[in-house]
Each structure stands twice: as C-alpha cells, then as structure tokens.
Nanobody
Framework: QVQLVESGGGLVLAGGSLRLSCAASGSIFRINAMGWYRQTPGKQRELVATMPTNGDINYGDSVKGRFTISRDNAKNTVYLQMNSLKPEDTAVYYC???????????????WGQGTQVTVTS
C-alpha cells in the first residue's frame, strides 16, 4: 500500500525555521508531483508549494520568498524548508503526491496524515 508519512512539525517562535519531510513508500512506479498544503480550522486547505516531476515549482503567494520545496527522487521524498515563520503560518501541513503504483495504475492523489506547525509570537 502507498503511504505518505510527514515529519518535522513542531512549535517555534516567530522568525524561526522548520524543515518538513515527507516520504512516499510502496510499490511506486512513477511520481508525477509532490507538494505541501496546509489547513487551519474553518478554512479551506490551501496550496503551500508543489513540485512536479515535469514542470515548474509553484508556491502559494503567502510563502513566496520564505519557503523552499525540494525533492529527492531517489528516496521518493519531498521537503519543505520554512524560514521566517509567522504566526499565520500556523496550520496542519499535509503532504500530497500524485503517483502511479502497483495498487493504482493510473495517476492517483494521496495525502499524508498531516503534521502540526505552530508559530507563536
């Protein structure tokens, strides 16, 4: 079974940094894209950053210049380096991947369980 597992969330002070990681495992044939979304109670889940295998990186407007997404394709892992964190960055961050696997032979979206990021003033 395909599984996405996030790590790296936590509690930080405004201005601090965190690095999130997400590793995809299973009988994966091809990953079309990996990325990060975030959600707070009462709000829509919003784009943080996505990194297609073939295409351009896309950042949400609120994180441009502060966050950097990267991938290690050999490890099926995506990272999110978050710098200059603000209280409004507080959210549950979800890893997302579109991939083809033995279980899902057509491109299918998967979500991790989420990791909490809390930024305090």
């Amino acid at each position: 079974q395909v599984q996405l597992v996030e790590s790296g969330g936590g509690l930080v002070l405004a201005g601090g940094s965190l690095r999130l990681s997400c590793a995809a495992s299973g009988s994966i044939f091809r990953i079309n894209a990996m990325g990060w979304y975030r959600q707070t109670p009462g709000k829509q889940r919003e784009l943080v950053a996505t990194m297609p295998t073939n295409g351009d990186i896309n950042y949400g407007d609120s994180v441009k210049g502060r966050f950097t997404i990267s991938r290690d394709n050999a490890k099926n892992t995506v990272y999110l380096q978050m710098n200059s964190l603000k209280p409004e960055d507080t959210a549950v961050y979800y890893c997302n991947a579109w991939l083809v696997s033995g279980a899902t032979p057509i491109p299918t979206g998967y979500w991790g369980q989420g990791t909490q990021v809390t930024v305090t003033s």
